[in-house]
T-cell receptor, first 119, second 112 residues
Framework: GAVVSQHPSWVICKSGTSVKIECRSL??????MFWYRQFPKQSLMLMATSNEGSKATYEQGVEKDKFLINHASLTLSTLTVTSAHPEDSSFYIC???????????????FGPGTRLTVL | TQLLEQSPQFLSIQEGENLTVYCNSSSVFSSLQWYRQEPGEGPVLLVTVVTGGEVKKLKRLTFQFGDARKDSSLHITAAQPGDTGLYLCAGAGRQAGTALIFGKGTTLSVSS
């Protein structure tokens, strides 16, 4: 399967600051990446679909001006949490759509996640 | 809107017991994935099932895709403490490149 990395693995920041999270596809080119948010012992909540070279598609209820997504290359997507507040504290996970690699099935491969804590 | 109902949500068993996790939907999926996630880590893919009626085995784990491709199950035989974790099922729609539909997850705890 695809190898996906995230950086940083954890970050603590002060309220009002911005935090950038990187998601990299290490072994194949990904035209589509996904960003999720997860609360303790809950399932993943899709935030947005990141498409290389075009604007991200945000899920209903997710503020696009607060969660900025940039997918400038086939191996890198970034999520920037702007003016972070304590309620933004969560586990953020990205995934890569392994369509090509999985021979036609929409298997996704996930990064290790980034724990964001906003004080 | 496609939904995946996953049950049970929580499961606490003793080592050596068997268990089954179910994912059900009224919608047809082109494929269905099962993931396992440990605290503080991303989900790790266990299996992808594509064909209706398909059964896949991964050591003590058996995955089944329903004939109509609307439901799936994960059966663990002789559970071990190392099986503890969050199990997620996720269905893929017919349109390629779209997001998966996730179940709410099953938190499994196996005690020795």
């Amino acid at each position: 399967g695809a190898v996906v990395s995230q950086h940083p693995s954890w970050v603590i920041c002060k309220s009002g600051t911005s935090v950038k999270i990187e998601c990299r596809s290490l072994d194949f080119q990904a035209t589509t990446m996904f960003w999720y948010r997860q609360f303790p012992k809950q399932s993943l909540m899709l935030m947005a679909t990141s498409n290389e070279g075009s604007k991200a598609t945000y899920e209903q209820g997710v503020e696009k001006d607060k969660f900025l997504i940039n997918h400038a290359s086939l191996t890198l997507s970034t999520l920037t949490v702007t003016s972070a507040h304590p309620e933004d504290s969560s586990f953020y996970i990205c995934s890569v759509d392994g369509l090509a690699e999985a021979r036609g099935t929409d298997t996704q491969y996930f990064g290790p996640g980034t724990r964001l804590t906003v004080l | 809107t496609q939904l995946l109902e996953q049950s049970p949500q929580f499961l606490s068993i003793q080592e050596g017991e068997n268990l089954t996790v179910y994912c059900n939907s009224s919608s047809v999926f082109s494929s269905l994935q099962w993931y396992r996630q440990e605290p503080g880590e991303g989900p790790v893919l266990l299996v992808t099932v594509v064909t209706g009626g398909e059964v896949k085995k991964l050591k003590r784990l058996t995955f089944q895709f329903g004939d109509a491709r609307k439901d799936s199950s994960l059966h663990i035989t002789a559970a071990q403490p190392g099986d503890t974790g969050l199990y997620l099922c996720a269905g893929a729609g017919r349109q390629a490149g779209t997001a998966l539909i996730f179940g709410k997850g099953t938190t499994l705890s196996v005690s020795s």
